[in-house]
């Protein structure tokens, strides 16, 4: 039997946190949490407006993936979720002491990831918020999470993660 595992999809806005997690979810026939769907519509809106959420801001979020993590544990499903989890700390509290989570961490270059959100329609996020969310960003070591280059199309990042023989990406912000 394959234990439980969570596997959380980080990164900052345009990483493709959102299409690789859905895809690996169908890919190892797990259900796919968006931590996007879970923030509070004072978030949604702060952020539409192009100011960036802060700590009290992203706890309530943070509390609601929490939220969804515990309730496919009780039940032993596993789980994949899409995060930022931009900071060392939220990270830490989306463990909670649980052995059964793993980070994936979607690096990319500021230019590929700028290009990414100029393309994008019909999300709350303001694509001026992405210096704010690279400056927040703590980036986790290679003993934290998965690094992962998203340079490649979606398909093959999701195999690199399945097989976890991705290579550290040489990607900066």
């Known amino acids: 039997m394959i234990p439980r595992m969570i596997t959380i999809v ?6 493709g946190k959102s299409t690789i997690g859905q895809d690996l979810a169908t890919r190892l ?6 931590g996007d769907d879970l923030h509070p519509q004072a978030n949604r809106d ?3 407006r192009g100011m960036p959420l ?5 706890q309530p979020w943070l509390d609601a993936i929490v939220g969804a993590m515990d309730a496919h544990r009780a039940v032993g499903q596993s789980l994949v979720v899409a995060c930022s989890a931009l900071k060392k700390h939220y990270r830490d509290f989306l463990r909670s002491g649980h052995d ?27 694509p001026a918020l992405l210096d704010s969310q690279l400056a927040t960003l703590e980036e986790p070591g290679e003993d934290e999470a998965l690094r ?17 023989e991705c290579k550290d990406s040489p990607a900066t912000p």
């Open 10 to 15: 980080m990164g900052v806005s345009g990483s």
């Open 29 to 34: 026939g797990q259900p796919f949490v968006d």
């Open 46 to 48: 702060k952020m539409a």
């Open 54 to 58: 802060d700590d009290s801001d992203r």
């Open 100 to 126: 059964d989570v793993r980070f994936v961490y979607l690096r990319a270059p500021r230019a590929l990831l700028a290009e990414r959100l100029g393309h994008r329609a019909g999300h709350f996020f303001d």
């Open 148 to 164: 992962v280059d998203v340079g490649p199309p979606p398909a093959d990042v999701v195999e690199c993660i399945i097989r976890a």
